[in-house]
């Protein structure tokens, strides 16, 4: 009996408290804005997969700055393909840690994209629509960008 009544006192205390494991980390408002937003476009429901959400520190101080991939929503009912991609990519956007909140620095469609370093830094290699870089569309483009401590420019800029 004492057995059972244990269990039921830890099964009472993870209702009533949670177990932690599951708890999702708190984003800053401003990605939780653009989780809102997705919602919206999607008639009140979508679901964010793994990869829709991560972070580098672009800027160097320390702070997580977002990365938001919206290739990896999904509405959820009667939309049956993604509004947030077509044929020139999905949409991207990054967040930058600025003044104790975030803002936008870059948002564009991508066809794919992916972190490396060089020299210290957080390099955004960028798999782009031909027309992005003066091609016809089926002839895509890659770009390496880098915070220059405004805005992302070109690897090998200032």
Request: aromatic fraction near 8%.
């Amino acid at each position: 009996m004492e057995l059972w009544r244990g269990l039921a006192l830890g099964v009472s205390f993870i209702a009533q408290f949670g177990s932690g494991a599951s708890a999702q980390p708190a984003v800053p408002a401003e990605v939780a804005k653009v989780r809102a937003e997705i919602r919206d476009t999607c008639g009140g429901r979508a679901t964010f997969k793994p990869g829709f959400q991560r972070t580098a520190d672009f800027n160097g101080d320390g702070q997580p700055d977002y990365l938001l991939d919206y290739g990896q929503s999904e509405c959820v009912g009667g939309i049956l393909t993604n509004p947030f991609c077509g044929s020139a990519g999905c949409t991207l956007d990054i967040l930058i840690s600025s003044g104790g909140g975030y803002r936008q620095a870059y948002g564009s469609n991508v066809q794919d994209w992916s972190l490396a370093q060089a020299g210290g830094k957080s390099v955004l290699v960028l798999s782009l629509h031909g027309s992005a870089c003066g091609r016809s569309g089926h002839i895509g483009c890659q770009r390496r960008l880098v915070w220059n401590g405004d805005k992302f420019v070109a690897a090998g800029r200032r």
